[in-house]
């Protein structure tokens, strides 16, 4: 499969990401689970097609290292695609930078600083930040208000979050967003909730300011790799 087909035949096409990435204002997008249920396979799709279509991408690992993140990219790049070219697989490389940060230690001062080092000194100006492994229990509203700030500040548009939602926590937003998220939630243009149900996986799209599609359709997820899959 060419470049040009895994990008216009990616199911994330329905997001309209593509046509956000042009836009001029920031987007915040979350994708929510429950523990070990494929939201880091999910910012690894979106941050895969972002590079393809010639972004710069930052992958934030918090709890994570950098050699099993970069494992889950060379993973899911290969369930994508088997005949890209050494060459376009190393174009695609140099498009992404990951950072890993220990638990409750990520904050935005650490960010900040690591970050500004990059570009100032030109080595990685990303064009899409993606932050898996954000304390939404432990940070309020305050905190990720001050981190899209940063964003802004540093011309980052479009800023992806996994989150951890709890079977037990019968807490939803009028949307249908779960806690931890469901106070917060108007922050995000795009919202997608994984959802298993018997022997299906459902990804959930509960929010979407730009999307070909409307709120609350549902796309499934492959239970043998987690890719999305066509409609």
Same mark, same amino acid.
């Given at each position: 499969?060419?470049?040009?087909?895994?990008?216009?035949?990616?199911?994330?096409?329905?997001?309209?990401?593509?046509?956000?990435?042009?836009?001029?204002?920031?987007?915040?997008?979350?994708?929510?689970?429950?523990?070990?249920?494929?939201?880091?396979?999910?910012?690894?799709?979106?941050?895969?097609?972002?590079?393809?279509?010639?972004?710069?991408?930052?992958?934030?690992?918090?709890?994570?290292?950098?050699?099993?993140?970069?494992?889950?990219?060379?993973?899911?790049?290969?369930?994508?695609?088997?005949?890209?070219?050494?060459?376009?697989?190393?174009?695609?490389?140099?498009?992404?930078?990951?950072?890993?940060?220990?638990?409750?230690?990520?904050?935005?001062?650490?960010?900040?600083?690591?970050?500004?080092?990059?570009?100032?000194?030109? $080595?990685? /100006? *990303?064009?899409?930040? &993606?932050? !898996?492994?954000?304390?939404?229990?432990?940070?309020? =509203?305050?905190?990720?208000?001050?981190?899209?700030?940063?964003?802004?500040?540093?011309?980052?548009?479009?800023?992806?979050?996994?989150?951890?939602?709890?079977?037990?926590?019968?807490?939803?937003?009028?949307?249908? $967003?779960? /806690? *931890?998220?469901?106070? &917060?939630? !108007?922050?995000?243009?795009?919202?997608?909730?994984? =959802?298993?149900?018997?022997?299906?996986?459902?990804?959930?799209?509960?929010?979407?300011?730009?999307?070909?599609?409307?709120?609350?359709?549902?796309?499934?997820?492959?239970?043998?790799?987690?890719?999305?899959?066509?409609?």
């Amino acid at each position: 499969m060419a470049k040009e087909e895994l990008i216009s035949g990616n199911p994330l096409r329905v997001l309209g990401l593509d046509n956000k990435a042009e836009a001029a204002t920031q987007s915040l997008g979350l994708v929510m689970a429950r523990a070990g249920l494929g939201k880091t396979a999910i910012l690894v799709q979106i941050a895969l097609d972002s590079m393809l279509r010639g972004n710069r991408v930052l992958h934030v690992a918090i709890g994570e290292t950098i050699e099993k993140t970069r494992e889950r990219y060379e993973d899911t790049l290969s369930k994508m695609v088997g005949d890209l070219s050494e060459e376009e697989i190393g174009e695609l490389s140099r498009r992404r930078m990951i950072m890993t940060f220990k638990e409750h230690v990520f904050s935005r001062g650490m960010l900040e600083e690591r970050l500004k080092d990059l570009i100032q000194q030109d $080595v990685f /100006a *990303p064009d899409c930040l &993606i932050v !898996d492994g954000y304390d939404f229990d432990g940070n309020g =509203r305050k905190h990720l208000e001050d981190l899209k700030q940063l964003m802004a500040e540093l011309g980052i548009a479009v800023i992806w979050f996994s989150a951890v939602c709890h079977r037990d926590d019968p807490r939803v937003s009028a949307d249908g $967003v779960p /806690a *931890p998220c469901h106070t &917060i939630d !108007d922050l995000f243009e795009v919202i997608l909730l994984i =959802r298993p149900k018997d022997k299906v996986i459902k990804l959930d799209i509960l929010r979407c300011a730009y999307c070909e599609v409307e709120p609350g359709t549902t796309l499934l997820l492959d239970p043998s790799t987690l890719l999305i899959q066509k409609s």
